[in-house]
């Protein structure tokens, strides 16, 4: 008893030692076959087709014989058997035993035989088999110590094949995430580094330096990137680099484990969308002369009349469509203009006397259609930072497409008010709302919702305007409405209490 367990806490060990399969059911099967002094033994494993995925052997045999061994003892012999029963048996004497098949070939006698299943769970995945050349070598003792031999491997395999697999995976993740183009940077919620990929080693200018478990701020003081990192920052962002690129960062939070950013090279899209800008902007310029002279020509034509009532009503129809045209190039420069805006001239603004200004502003346009603009809420003391003439124009456009929009008779309100550091401008109209399919894309350039169903003049550049003033500001724009009874537009800026807080 002693002896056999002081056998299994050696074989325990032995299978603690190595982590691959092979050798250590080697291992395991020399120190069985030596404890009960057998001739020699095999293992036989099997994959989930009951199809031999390896056969150790104690004894070489040449792979040819191996092949015929597996087939033979598996459909008429004991190791069959043993799969099919589920359960170990012995064989006292093979002469006596149907269960054994004799093959010609066979490199050594065999008489007595002692095998058992290797199981996981209810299946059986492997056969421990150990032979002597004599008869009666082995009793049922030695079947329950094969058994618990069997019991140990079974479970120590297991944990080989997943740790082998665990392995696998973490090799193919390492070695996609150290090929990529784009930098990995994987860091802890206090922004201690966990690991950099090449890419980010190569961006940060760290190559070859132990990073593990510093603080991103003392590896780079690429300023972008450690405010995207600062927390309740935005989880995706442009991060201008020292050498003129651009990358694109997106962050996630790993539950556990603290935050996953994926830098990718954007630097040929901005050049990409700078030279459209650029294009467009050189385009809508060279548009403004000619556009003056033909404007300049309806005036000759009338100045030199006289002309017929035909005549006149024909001009007025150029100069619409001239306006338009003047209309639709004035807005692409003032959103170019914007958009190419690196910094505002900012000033504290008390955004009540802004929003006064563009109530004044609007007025005739207003009276034209007798429409009642009235400020209905409101709050005198929220000051901000921001751009007089920019922020008069944002709302300025917001009343202007609420008239537009609206019926002759109806009614436009503004509010003021503020929710959690953020002052809130909404204009509320009355007019025919914005059908829930056009709602997501009203702010995008050129989008005209209502284009076909009424002839209001309009670029579908006055939204776009608005969002990117808005958004300059530090700001957010969004619209609610509801076919036939109006809509709410309202944009959030940060009060100035509330920047004064952040940069704390
Ligand atoms: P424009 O007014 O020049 O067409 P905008 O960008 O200002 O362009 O607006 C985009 C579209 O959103 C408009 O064409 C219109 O269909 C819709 N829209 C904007 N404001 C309102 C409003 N107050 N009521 C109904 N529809 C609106």
């Not at 061994?69 to 035993?97: P, R, S």
């Amino acid at each position: 008893m002693q002896e056999q367990l002081s056998l299994l806490n050696r074989i325990s060990d032995e299978l603690n030692k190595d982590l691959d399969p092979d050798k250590m059911l080697r291992r395991v099967l020399n120190l069985t076959v030596a404890h009960l002094n057998a001739t020699t033994g095999s293992i036989m494993l099997f994959d989930q087709q009951n199809r031999v995925s390896a056969y150790i052997l104690q004894q070489e045999v040449s792979s040819e014989s191996a092949d015929r061994i597996v087939g033979t003892v598996l459909t008429e012999g004991f190791a069959g058997w043993v799969l099919n029963k589920g359960e170990g048996g012995v064989i006292f004497d093979t002469y006596q035993d149907s269960r054994w098949v004799v093959y010609d070939d066979q490199p050594y006698d065999v008489r007595s035989v002692i095998a058992t299943p290797l199981r996981r769970r209810r299946r059986v995945i492997g056969v421990l088999t150990v032979v002597h050349d004599e008869p009666n070598q082995f009793a049922e003792p030695d079947l329950q110590l094969l058994n618990a031999i069997a019991g140990q491997a079974a479970i120590a395999l297991e944990n080989a094949q997943l740790f082998k697999q665990t392995e696998q995976e973490r090799v193919k993740l390492s070695a996609i995430i150290n090929s990529t183009q784009d930098a990995v940077l994987v860091t802890t919620p206090e922004n201690e580094v966990v690991l950099l990929n090449p890419a980010a080693q190569e961006l940060l200018g760290l190559n070859g330096q132990t990073t593990q478990g510093q603080p991103l701020s003392e590896l780079t003081d690429i300023e972008a990137l450690l405010k995207m990192l600062s927390p309740d920052s935005p989880a995706a962002g442009e991060v201008p680099l020292p050498d003129g690129r651009t990358m694109w960062a997106t962050i996630t939070e790993i539950a556990d484990m603290g935050r996953v950013t994926v830098l990718q090279d954007i630097s040929a899209f901005k050049a990409l969308d700078k030279m459209k800008r650029d294009f467009v902007t050189a385009f809508t310029h060279d548009l403004r002369t000619p556009l003056a002279t033909v404007k300049g020509y309806i005036e000759l034509v009338r100045m030199d009349g006289p002309i017929t009532t035909r005549q006149e009503e024909d001009l007025d129809g150029i100069t619409r469509a001239a306006n338009m045209m003047k209309a639709l190039i004035e807005d692409l420069l003032e959103l170019s203009r914007l958009e190419r805006l690196e910094e505002l001239a900012l000033e504290n603004l008390n955004l009540e006397e802004v929003i006064q200004l563009s109530i004044g502003a609007i007025k005739p346009l207003a009276a034209s259609k007798e429409i009642d603009v009235a400020l209905t809420d409101t709050q005198s003391d929220l000051i901000i930072e921001g751009n007089l003439v920019l922020l008069s124009r944002a709302v300025g456009n917001l009343l202007d497409n609420a008239i537009k929009y609206t019926p002759s008779g109806g009614k436009v309100q503004i509010r003021l008010d503020s929710n959690n550091g953020q002052a809130l401008v909404s204009v509320i109209d009355n007019g025919p709302g914005i059908r829930p399919k056009d709602l997501p894309r009203v702010f995008e350039k050129f989008y005209r919702a209502r284009a076909e169903l009424d002839d209001v003049p309009g670029t579908g550049l006055g939204l776009s305007i608005v969002k990117t003033i808005t958004e300059q500001h530090g700001g957010e724009i969004w619209v609610e409405s509801q076919p036939d009874t109006g809509s709410t537009f309202t944009i959030s800026i940060p009060t100035l209490e509330n920047k004064d807080a952040e940069t704390k």
